[in-house]
Nanobody, 124 residues
Framework: QLQLVESGGGLVQEGGSLSLSCAAS????????MGWLRQAPGKEREFVAR????????DYAESVKGRFTIARDNARNTLYLQMNNLKPEDTAVYFC?????????????????WGQGTQVTVSS
């Protein structure tokens, strides 16, 4: 069971970069796969990136592949998202969350222990 706090968001020009951090407290951080998800106004929350807990296998949404990098430091209980070559369509509130199960209906990850999110705004 984790408590998560995102930070690092802000305003950046198109083509710029931002680094997001997610600080976790509680027990068992290293055992959880962790994800970054985002939600833009008027849109559904969407998957951005995932990293597994032990072997740190990563996965990315096609829209961010090659531009974003997810990483974790289990010793510091911290998750990171490096975002490069940002585009206006990346504007959203970014959340980190722990994967707690997989949906029995969709076989997709189910996330919990959401933070408050951090706002990323990319100007053209």
């Amino acid at each position: 069971q984790l408590q998560l706090v995102e930070s690092g968001g802000g305003l950046v020009q198109e083509g710029g970069s931002l680094s997001l951090s997610c600080a976790a407290s509680g027990r068992g951080f290293s055992s959880y796969a962790m994800g970054w998800l985002r939600q833009a106004p008027g849109k559904e929350r969407e998957f951005v990136a995932r990293i597994s807990g032990l072997d740190e296998i990563t996965d990315y949404a096609e829209s961010v592949k090659g531009r974003f990098t997810i990483a974790r430091d289990n010793a510091r209980n911290t998750l990171y998202l490096q975002m490069n070559n940002l585009k206006p369509e990346d504007t959203a509130v970014y959340f980190c969350a722990a994967e707690v199960s997989r949906s029995t209906l969709t076989d997709q990850p189910v996330y919990d222990y959401w933070g408050q999110g951090t706002q990323v705004t990319v100007s053209s």
